[in-house]
T-cell receptor, first 111, second 115 residues
Framework: DAKTTQPPSMDCAEGRAANLPCNHS???????VYWYRQIHSQGPQYIIH???NNETNEMASLIITEDRKSSTMLLPHATLRDTAVYYC????????????FGGGTRLMVKP | SQTIHQWPATLVQPVGSPLSLECTVE??????LYWYRQAAGRGLQLLFY??????ISSEVPQNLSASRPQDRQFILSSKKLLLSDSGFYLC??????????????FGPGTRLTVT
C-alpha cells in the first residue's frame, strides 16, 4: 500500500470548518483513500473513503485532487467532540482489506 | 446491526504470565477479523488478520498468537507476556454485511499493562 503524509497536528476553532490535508503521491490506480479517526482511549472510527470522485456523507466530505496525489477531508462545523487523531490511509480493496496506520494528524478543536 | 465486543476492557498481568483476549462480532457472517496493537503514544500496528475459520495471517513476528475457533470469534494469546506487550489491543472486522464493503469497524479495545 502507498504511504501517506499528514501534518502531525492542527488546531481549529469550534464551529469552523476543519480541513485536514493528506499527501499520497505514490497512490496506485486501484487504491482508495480512507479516513479514520481515533478519539482518546477508543478504537478508530471510520469516517469516509473515495477513489477519485469527491464524496460526502453525514460526517465529512472528501476532496481528491484530479491527479489523486493528495486529498483533503473536511469537517464542516467542528465541535469539541471532533478532537481526535485523524488517519489518512490509502489501500486497495482486496481480500485482506488490511489498513496500515501512519502517524495521523492530531486535531485540537478549541472553544 | 453489527456489533463487536472485546473483553476484558483492562488487564494487568505480570511478566511471564499467559494472556487470552477475546473478540466477538454479532450481526454478520464470514467477516474478516483483525488484531491491532497500539503502544502508548504510537500508531496502530496490525498483528494478525483472518479471512476465515482457522485461517490466520501474522504481520509481525512476536510472542503472540491468534486463533479463530468460530466464524465470529477471534482470540489473541500469549504463553508468556513480556513488558513490551503492554499496550492497547484493538479487534476489528470488515465485510459486506455492513452495507459499505471493506471498511473496518473497531471494538472498544483492551488496555493491557504488563508489570
Amino acid at each position: 500500500d502507498a504511504k501517506t503524509t499528514q501534518p502531525p497536528s492542527m488546531d481549529c476553532a469550534e464551529g469552523r470548518a476543519a480541513n485536514l490535508p493528506c499527501n499520497h503521491s505514490t497512490i496506485s490506480g486501484n487504491e482508495y483513500v480512507y479516513w479514520y479517526r481515533q478519539i482518546h482511549s477508543q478504537g478508530p472510527q471510520y469516517i469516509i473513503h473515495g477513489l477519485k470522485n469527491n464524496e460526502t456523507n453525514e460526517m465529512a466530505s472528501l476532496i481528491i485532487t484530479e491527479d489523486r496525489k493528495s486529498s483533503t477531508m473536511l469537517l464542516p462545523h467542528a465541535t469539541l467532540r471532533d478532537t481526535a487523531v485523524y488517519y489518512c490511509i490509502v489501500r486497495a480493496n482486496n481480500a485482506g482489506n488490511m489498513l496500515t496506520f501512519g502517524g495521523g494528524t492530531r486535531l485540537m478543536v478549541k472553544p | 446491526s453489527q456489533t463487536i465486543h472485546q473483553w476484558p476492557a483492562t488487564l494487568v498481568q505480570p511478566v511471564g504470565s499467559p494472556l487470552s483476549l477475546e473478540c466477538t462480532v454479532e450481526g454478520t457472517s464470514n467477516p474478516n477479523l483483525y488484531w491491532y496493537r497500539q503502544a502508548a503514544g504510537r500508531g496502530l500496528q496490525l498483528l494478525f488478520y483472518s479471512v476465515g475459520i482457522g485461517q490466520i495471517s501474522s504481520e509481525v513476528p512476536q510472542n503472540l498468537s491468534a486463533s479463530r475457533p468460530q466464524d465470529r470469534q477471534f482470540i489473541l494469546s500469549s504463553k508468556k507476556l513480556l513488558l513490551s506487550d503492554s499496550g492497547f489491543y484493538l479487534c476489528a472486522w470488515s465485510g459486506l454485511a455492513g452495507g459499505r464493503s471493506y471498511e473496518q469497524y473497531f471494538g472498544p479495545g483492551t488496555r493491557l499493562t504488563v508489570t
